[in-house]
């Protein structure tokens, strides 16, 4: 027997979460901050990445015009591995103790993984470039295939040269069908991780160990997939609750203003969340896929990660990858952790 959850419950559940996800939450890009088309072909020379990073000394000016160096912190500048470039480009301002984690890092990790039977699959640069990560494949990890939808995982390598993400490894699920992505970012350190401190030593796990524990987690989610698969989920307000619940948007009584008088609203979502909704729903019927996945609360979850990832109008929010690590990521989160919570209710 299905159980019912009203706007209110389903808000109540949305909100917290949000704030578990908020605990592990990623920054928001700023809209202006466009990242270059994340998927590139390695460079023949000197590594996957063209750029690099490296410490530099912070400067001020006093008022009578001399520079003097300031004590406990370095800017980290990024710049050209052929040494050609126009001036720096200072990614961010950083205590003296934060390690500059650079491409070498990462590439050198990759490389281990890739000689023990990984494959390189794809790298990027995120956050005006303050983030890198690279992308492999394995043979071995598992993947799920059914109607409307076919799961490959990709390990994800990520870290930042500012300090705001530890160097870690994690898993992206992407639907080959559709090219909806899903990253698992609540499990984050499957091969290594480690913090950005000059004393921080990497731990990378023995290769068996950390494909064993990729698989786990995959199975885990591909159970939880099936259950919302094998889930009903019908009728427009339920599916309108749940987008609102995803998204964090709320019926409310809002001023209004008419004939030049002031009145309160019947309870109802604000424009933007309107429009958002509307989104949703052109997803949830028209996407990729979603006629065969049919009316569950699967067929939902992947109205959610169609429209993050490619409804025109997050196109912009795509460039900027917020799709994978930012606003639109955290939005699929929710998604996922509502969508599991209904199922367990029904």
């Not at 160097?167 to 609540?186: A, P, R």
């Not at 913090?195 to 990729?214: C, F, M, P, V």
Request: charged letters at 25%; one cysteine or more; glycine letters at 8%.
């Amino acid at each position: 027997m299905d159980v019912i959850l009203n706007d209110a419950s389903i808000s109540k559940i949305a909100d917290e979460i949000m704030r578990q996800n908020d605990r592990e939450a990623i920054e928001e890009v700023p809209e202006t901050e466009l990242v270059p088309d994340l998927r590139q072909e390695p460079e023949k020379q000197d590594g996957l990445f063209t750029h690099t990073v490296e410490s530099v000394p912070v400067w001020v000016e006093w008022n009578d015009g001399t520079f003097h160096k300031v004590s406990g912190f370095h800017g980290i500048n990024r710049q050209p591995k052929s040494g050609q470039g126009n001036g720096p480009e200072i990614l961010h301002v950083a205590p003296i103790t934060t390690t500059v984690i650079g491409m070498g890092e990462l590439e050198s990790i990759a490389e281990q993984l890739i000689e023990a039977g990984y494959e390189y699959h794809n790298h990027g640069e995120l956050k005006s470039n303050r983030w890198l990560f690279i992308e492999l494949e394995h043979p071995d990890l598992p993947k799920l295939t059914f109607e409307g939808t076919s799961l490959v995982p990709k390990m994800f390598l990520g870290s930042s040269h500012d300090g705001t993400l530890a160097m870690k490894s994690t898993v992206k699920i992407v639907d080959t069908i559709c090219y909806n992505t899903f990253m698992m970012n609540h499990k984050s350190d499957l091969l290594f991780k480690t913090k950005h401190t000059k004393n921080a030593s990497l731990r990378i796990k023995e290769y068996e160990q950390g494909l064993a524990d990729a698989s786990e987690l995959l199975n885990q989610y591909y159970d939880a997939v099936s259950v919302l698969n094998d889930t009903p989920f019908t009728g427009k307000a339920r599916i309108e609750q749940y987008f609102a619940g995803s998204i964090g948007a709320t019926l409310k009584e809002r001023k209004r203003v008419s004939g030049g008088k002031e009145y309160m609203s019947p309870p109802e979502y604000s424009g933007k969340h309107k429009n958002q909704i509307e989104q949703l729903f052109e997803s949830y019927e028209y996407g990729t896929g979603q006629k065969e996945r049919g009316a569950t609360l699967w067929s939902a979850f992947s109205a959610v990660t169609d429209w993050c990832d490619n409804h025109e109008a997050n196109e912009k929010s795509v460039q900027m990858g917020t799709n994978l690590v930012g606003n639109r990521a955290r939005q699929k989160q929710t998604a996922w952790a509502l969508a599991n919570h209904m199922a367990k209710s029904a």
